[in-house]
């Protein structure tokens, strides 16, 4: 099993460029999740999808749009990119119901915004 | 609203000494509580759960966790540190019942010194 798929691993851009992070997960959960990850801040969640047809603002929205495309698919989309977007960006799935939230994370997409 | 504490974003420990990596939570309701441990380069993988069961949670790789109410604590311990368990650590905290987001520390970066 594949599990959590993102795209692209890396990714350069110049400030106010758009670009957009795809997830994809084979798993058949409901839920799926965009964090970033900067040092000594630990995750933050940009957006969340708890079914799919609903999407919900997180911590760090600021800056970013989502699509949840269909069950399997989730997207993060930079419309104009700031420096201070420059972060490892992940996205996990889990399935509510199952007693305990667990998360399943992909292997992570590393942006630089210069 | 939930929330997590890691105290000691850089731990060092010899190989062969105990590793005791500290969390501490916040929850309005009864929560679910979690160890996640990140290698370099790759997404999170859940190390143990807690949920409500019992207090004393065992992990992968020797690791376990005991949830102490009175104390808010869910401190992640190892007997025996191995090179191999060099790597960030999350705790993370999701309030049971129904859809709720999970929400993560800062992280543990730990440190084995042969």
């Known amino acids: 099993n594949a599990g959590v798929t993102q795209t692209p691993k890396f990714q350069v851009l110049k400030t106010g460029q758009s670009m957009t992070l795809q997830c994809a997960q084979d798993m058949n959960h409901n839920s799926m999740y965009w964090y970033r990850q900067d040092p000594g801040m630990g995750l933050r969640l940009i957006y969340y999808?708890?079914?799919?047809?609903?999407?919900d603002k997180g911590e760090v929205p600021n800056g970013y749009n989502v699509s949840r495309l269909n069950k399997r698919e989730f997207s993060l989309r930079l419309e104009s990119a700031a420096p201070s977007q420059t972060s490892v960006y992940f996205c996990?799935?889990?399935?509510?119901?199952?007693?305990?939230?667990?998360?399943?994370f992909g292997a992570g997409s590393r942006l630089t915004v210069l | 609203a939930q929330s997590v504490t890691q105290l000691g974003s850089h731990v060092s420990v010899s190989e062969g000494a105990l590793v005791l990596l500290r969390c501490n939570y916040s929850?309005?309701?009864?929560?679910?509580l979690f160890w996640y441990v990140q290698y370099p380069n790759q997404g999170l993988q859940l190390l143990l759960k807690y949920t409500s069961a019992a207090t004393l949670v065992k992990g992968i790789n020797g690791f376990e966790a005991e949830f102490k109410k009175s104390e808010t604590s869910f401190h992640l311990t190892k007997p025996s540190a191995h090179m191999s368990d060099a790597a960030e650590y999350f705790c993370a905290v999701s309030e049971s019942g129904g859809y709720q987001k999970v929400t993560f520390g800062i992280g543990t970066k730990l440190q084995v010194i042969p």
């Open positions: 999808s708890a079914s799919e047809g609903t999407t």
């Open positions: 929850s309005s309701v009864p929560p679910y």
């Open positions: 996990a799935s889990n399935t509510q119901g199952d007693g305990a939230n667990v998360l399943t």
